[in-house]
């Protein structure tokens, strides 16, 4: 009997949610679609009996991966819809930062520039968070990068005409990982 894996996705539920919701987002409107089919692992072909082995191929215990769909290839460079080169490279991404008082505490307000809602060059999120931290220095202080990534990566893909990304330094600092999950709001939901 063929053996099975069950893959652990690492954030529980709130992170598988927030994956179903954007799986697709941001894809161009002429891009295949991705299809991903369960896998069940089974011996090698050189290992299953009657089968003949090639030059290729030499003897394996270790099971390999067997599916309806083809294997999903990882990002390259000349992957379609991944910038190889930033296209913004002279614009600024943050049009400007503002302090405000609110009734939890102190929250900066992040406006992000048309080029900053679009821009997804890779290097582009340390260059708007560099933006920002000349724009508002003290913003450098525990779990407010993390809340910047969070809505860098994925809240201007949920709610791509948000007036701003608001960060938060009374939020606990908990890694990015548990950013995410807590919807880029670890400590409570925005207000």
């Keep these: 009997m063929p053996m099975r894996r069950r893959w652990k996705l690492a954030g529980g539920p ?9 799986t697709g987002c941001g894809a161009a409107e002429d891009s295949p679609p991705v299809v991903v089919s369960s896998l069940t692992l089974a011996p090698h072909p050189s ?28 990002p390259s460079p ?5 910038p190889t080169l930033d296209p913004f490279p002279d614009q600024a991404l943050i049009d400007h930062t503002e302090w405000t008082d609110d009734p939890d505490g102190r929250r900066l307000r992040v406006y992000p520039t048309q080029a900053g809602r679009a821009d997804t060059f890779g ?3 340390g260059r708007a968070w560099q ?3 000349t724009s508002a220095p ?15 990566e994925w ?7 948000k007036t701003s990304w608001n960060l938060e330094p009374w939020r606990p600092a908990v890694g990015y990982d ?3 999950a807590a919807l880029c709001n670890p400590g409570g939901p925005e207000r």
């Excluded at 191929?57 to 990882?74: E, F, L, M, N």
């Excluded at 000349?78 to 991944?82: H, I, K």
């Excluded at 003290?138 to 860098?152: L, N, V």
């Design 14 to 22: 709130p992170v598988l949610a927030l994956a179903l919701v954007l």
């Design 47 to 74: 290992t299953v009996a009657g089968s003949p082995p090639t030059a290729s191929s030499q003897p394996s215990d270790t099971p390999q991966p067997t599916g309806s769909s083809a294997p999903i290839a990882s």
């Design 138 to 152: 003290d913003a450098d202080s525990p779990g407010m990068y993390d809340q910047f990534r969070c809505h860098w």
């Design 131 to 133: 933006e920002v931290l």
């Design 155 to 161: 809240a201007r893909v949920v709610q791509p005409d």
């Design 178 to 180: 548990a950013t995410v």
């Design 123 to 125: 290097a582009a999120l």
């Design 78 to 82: 000349t992957t379609p819809g991944v």
